[in-house]
Structures are given as structure tokens and as C-alpha cells.
């Protein structure tokens, strides 16, 4: 098949067409470039949620709850599992496998697990290309779940427009769960499995560790932001946009912008106990990102980013592919290990292969 | 100072140059990769070790109880914590940072926190390379200690020579541990906080996941690897590195090769408790690596990395600054957002700025 006819049938909304657009992407075959440059026009349409947090905390379960919400209000949800292990692949228990199944029968529902790669910075820009594909195919929503607390995992996770961060009361105190960097990432807290002990708790220092940071009304939104406070009260999904401390009719010195005050929820994935409240949140989350700007500010962030990404992977299969560099790598191995030239030197004569010679680097 | 001056303090193992040459790489000072290169010869003295696993491990107690260990020998300690928020910064309690101070006054313990930056990549490059600062200087141990069990940390610890991997009973179930790759990344499990329920059952489970993937008593070692048995054997630390379920008399119809056994130890940081059997094992799996060749094969491993890695630092810093590919991006900007070019158009027109120009790209 075409590109061409490819697209076609992608733009048709045919099923097929959607994943073999995704394999082409996923895995760099010939002519991917071509067919994301095609779908960049019809990206921005879905909102995208990530969904992290720590081994355990029931981040497949809680995906699951999500899709059957969306279903039921007739949505149609994109989803995409960076983990080889995920119920969604099927390395599950059964219960968990049978139900999964289910989703992955109804067509409104489209799941793609992505298999770890050699580099993880590599299945990160895979990832939000894949979700890019999902957004331009018309999901409404598009969930991309990602094991680990890392910071290549946050990344993932981050590239959404909403990021919740699940925990559970197993998972370590709070302050252990800031110290991995989740506070930064997170637009919405849950504590799942919230019916066991600890789960208050847990939920009281999260909460307490997010006020204590705030001395950031403004957090959020950037400084240089001018926002239409009356775009934010009226829309119906912003209730949560503005704080109860903010008194929003008083003079103020600086311009009064409204922040999003990270809530903190409880549910219980397995019996999809405070499902619907996490879904309203998302959709709070969403309306105040419309609202201030800020939805605007993280696409431009995500579209810089794309192009910084795509340089580097332009340069490396130059270098490393087209002008011989792995060869040249592969013949410096015995000299590097005996301590006669160094890493510096063999990337220095590396990268000259396509960098126009500078003066100061050795012949 | 000059680059000269600094290089003679730090060979007469002057402590003040030493920090001074780190400062230097860590933070890509002028001059950086000329210190780098001129200590290369230097370098694969020291024993790496890398401590990682979930936040809340006790990572940081179980480095500390390391460090009094190899004192109490005389052996000299460089720690490199990469984590804003561990005890070696102040980030702790009270009692953990009473005797981390004890700690840091001993000249033979040179500790530096390594603070996150923008992006982990440039982290994990900084990090390997201020370990390799401390090897030259001369330090018998340099422990990295990760936070988190992400890839990227995950790397950052597998850059060591030997890898521990810490849980403990509140960690979640093994299974979930195994699933964020930690399986594969370790050469040695320790059970913290083994005095807790759990701990026994949490040692039985990883053991048996061990056991469960080891159809494999060659994993660690390149089947195109050919090993002295003797010499492993007359080894007088390598005890484990022969499982006992291999009969190494019987004659085998392929070459036979020890394999380094995972051993799942027991630990309470806290009390010391378990620090020499985790000293002894770390031994053990180094003269394994020496003995089967495994540590050449690592060091090969990550000169190629470091290569690989100084290739692509050279060449972001050419296209971005140099060549003007920021200025270009920022120019772009509006037109990436209307929709009427892509991120794939300006890429290639950044990289075209230092690729040779390439038949298929537009002007």
C-alpha cells in the first residue's frame, strides 16, 4: 500500500489503516516522516492524559476503569501501554487479562503496548508520535500509561495534557514519592486502592506537601500570561480553577491569574469507586487549560521539543549510519581500551565527518 | 589555576584540586574535556558500585554502612549521590545526617551530590564522568547511588561495575519490582530492612524469579567468550561464581562457563547488620567480572557509550548554538503552531545547516 492510499484510508477511519500508520511510525519504517508531516494538520483534537506513578499502584486497572467511562459516554479512547508487562499484552493476572480483552474487542477502543527499546529516549519520542497518530485518527481521548517513577518515564507521561500520578498506600510515604520528582509532574493526585490502610494519610501529606510548596498562587501559568479570568468562571467544567483562598474580586497589585489547585483523589480502580469524580477532574483540568492559555503553552513546548528530538535523531543516523562513524568507532575500540587516544579524541574525529574542521581539533 | 597546575595538584592527590576537577566536568567548564582525556589513562583502579531502587529503600543508610565498611579496611571511598533530596545533602533526618557529617569529615570519603538537571541524559553523561574523575584520583570503591527505578537511573547504575539492587517488604511484590527492570539490571538483591514482615517472603519470591529465568547459566557471560576455569576456580573470592547445581567435572558438549549467581541478600542498614556478607559479595562479583573477562567486556561496553554520548553532546552544541538552530526554532514558531509546517520540515532544515545538503529535502 501507498503512503498515499494509506492515508486515505487513515483519513476514511478505517481500523487497519490506524495501525499499520502506527507500526510505520513506531518503528521508523521508510517514509514515516511523510506520513506524521501529513497528520500534523489534524493533531490538537484529543486531550491526552498520562498516567504514572510507582510498580503497583494499579495504573492498568485504573486505564481500564477510564476507557469503560469514556465508552460509556461514547467516546473514543486511544491508549498506549509503555510497559512489555502491562495487562493490556496480556502479562497480567487473569481476571485483570479477561477484562482487557473485553475493552480491546470494542471499537471505539484502540490499545497499543510499546515494547522497551534499546534507548528509552528513543521509545520516548516513538511514544508521543504514536500518540500523535492516535490524536490526528480522531480519539477523543488518548491515554498513554507508563510504568516507573523515573525521569524518562515522567518525560513520557509529561507530554500529556493532563498527568495524573497514582499512589497507593503501599507505595511509601509521600515525601519518598516527592523525592522521585512526581509532585513536579503531576496535574492530578490519586490514591488508589484507597479502601486500605494508610490511604488517608497518605492522601492528608500529599496534600499537605502541595500546600506547603504553594507559595504559587501562580504556579502554573507563566508569568507573562494574560488570562480572562470571565473565560475561566464561565466555563462550566472550571470549578475547580479557582481556589476558595483566592478572593477573586479583590484589587490586585499584580494580574490575578487563577491557578490549578492540584486535587488530590481517592479511588478504587477494582470496583471503579471515584472513577467518575477522577474523570470530572480531568475535565476540569482540561476546561482551565483551555481557559488560561495554558493548553497553548504546553503544545508549543511539546512542538519545540519535537523538533529538538528529530534533529537528533537526524544527526545521529548521519553520523553514525551514513559516514561511517560506528566504523570508525568499532576500528578505535582496541586503541581506546590500551589508553592511547581517548573518548574525546574518537568523538572529536567522529564528529568531524560532518561538522566543518575547527582549528583546535587534532587532525 | 590552570588546567596544567590542576592536573599536578590533583596526581599529588591534592583534595581541594579533586573537588575542583569535578566542579569542572560536572558543570562542562571550559577546558572540561581536557581534563577528562588527560585522566583517562588513569582510569578502571577503582571498583564501581551502583546502589539503586524504589525511593524509601534505604539506599542512602545501606551506602553510609558501606563506607564505614570499607574504612574500617582502610580502602577509600568516592560517593557520588544522584538525588537533590538524599542525606549526603542535608535532605534527612536528624540522625542520619549527624553521621553522614561524620562521615563526610574523613579524608579518605569524598562525597558530591549531583543535583537533576534539565534533562536526565546530560545527568547520567556528568555522573559516569565525575566517577571517572574520582577512579583516577585514585579511590578503591566510588558508589553511585541512584533514586527511583527508571531506565534512565537504571543506566546510570548499570554504568557501575557492580550493581545492587535494593528492596525492601514495603517495596510492593517482587513481580512488580521485576517489572520495571530491575531483574535485569542487577548483580546483587538486597533485602533492607529484613527485619520487617515480609522481608523473608519478598527474598523467597525474588530468588524464585531468579531461578524461574535462569534456563540460562551462561547469562551474563557473551557465549563468544572463552574462560579460564582454573583460574575462576584458584580465585580465592570466587566462590560464588560456580552454582552449585553445575557439575563442573562432567564433560559438556559446549565450552563451560561459570555464571555469576544472583545472590539475594539480607540487610538492615540501620544496625549494620549484613554490611560485611554484602562487602564480601561485592568482592566476589568483582573477581567474577576479572576472572571471566565479564569486566573488560563492561568497560568496552561503556568507552563505546561514552563515545557515543561525547558524539552527540558535540554535535546538539554545533547545531544549536553555533549554527543558529535555536534562533531558527524560535523563528518557526508561528508557523509550527498555525499548521503550516511541521516539525519534521524545520528539523530538517536545522540539520541541514551542518549536514551536507541531501537530494530529497526541500530548500
Do not use: C
Amino acid at each position: 500500500m501507498s503512503h498515499d492510499s494509506l492515508l486515505e484510508s487513515f483519513t476514511a477511519g478505517r481500523r487497519a489503516a490506524l495501525s499499520r500508520a502506527i507500526t510505520i511510525v513506531e518503528n521508523e519504517r521508510a517514509g514515516f516522516r511523510d506520513v506524521l508531516a501529513a497528520l500534523h494538520s489534524r493533531l490538537g483534537r484529543a486531550h491526552r492524559i498520562g498516567i504514572t506513578g510507582p510498580p503497583g499502584a494499579g495504573k492498568s486497572t485504573l486505564t481500564a476503569a477510564l476507557i469503560e467511562h469514556y465508552r460509556q459516554h461514547d467516546e473514543r479512547v486511544g491508549v498506549i501501554a509503555v510497559d512489555p508487562t502491562s495487562p493490556f499484552t496480556g502479562g497480567a493476572l487473569l481476571g485483570d487479562r479477561i477484562r482487557m480483552n473485553e475493552i480491546s474487542l470494542d471499537a471505539g477502543v484502540f490499545i497499543r503496548s510499546m515494547a522497551t527499546r534499546g534507548s528509552l529516549g528513543g521509545l520516548a519520542l516513538a511514544t508521543k508520535e504514536v500518540a500523535d497518530v492516535m490524536d490526528a485518527y480522531g480519539f477523543d481521548r488518548v491515554i498513554v500509561e507508563t510504568v516507573g517513577v523515573g525521569q524518562s518515564e515522567l518525560d513520557i507521561a509529561s507530554a500529556a495534557d493532563s498527568t495524573v500520578v497514582v499512589l497507593v498506600p503501599e507505595s511509601g510515604d509521600a515525601i519518598q514519592a516527592m523525592k522521585a520528582g512526581l509532585m513536579e509532574a503531576a496535574d492530578l493526585f490519586v490514591i488508589n486502592k484507597s479502601d486500605r490502610p494508610g490511604a488517608d494519610r497518605l492522601a492528608r501529606e500529599v496534600s499537605m506537601m502541595l500546600h506547603l510548596r504553594s507559595g504559587n498562587v501562580m504556579r502554573n501559568v507563566p508569568a507573562h500570561h494574560g488570562v480572562n479570568l470571565a473565560a475561566v468562571k464561565a466555563g462550566s467544567a472550571a470549578r475547580r480553577s479557582v481556589p476558595d483562598s483566592v478572593n477573586v474580586n479583590a484589587p490586585s497589585p499584580v494580574e490575578s491569574v487563577p491557578s490549578w489547585e492540584i486535587p488530590v483523589l481517592k479511588t478504587i480502580a477494582e470496583t471503579r469507586a471515584g472513577v467518575t469524580e477522577l474523570a470530572q477532574s480531568l475535565d476540569s483540568h482540561r476546561s482551565w487549560l483551555t481557559a488560561t492559555g495554558e493548553l497553548s503553552r504546553r503544545r508549543r513546548k511539546r512542538i519545540t521539543e519535537r523538533v529538538r528530538d528529530e534533529v537528533a535523531r537526524r544527526l545521529q543516523r548521519v553520523v553514525w549510519e551514513e559516514q561511517g562513524g560506528a566504523a570508525l568507532l568499532e576500528e578505535s575500540l582496541h586503541a581506546l581500551e590500551d589508553g592511547s587516544t581517548t573518548p574525546y579524541e574518537v568523538a572529536a574525529r567522529i564528529a568531524e565527518r560532518i561538522l566543518p574542521a575547527q582549528g583546535t581539533t587534532p587532525g
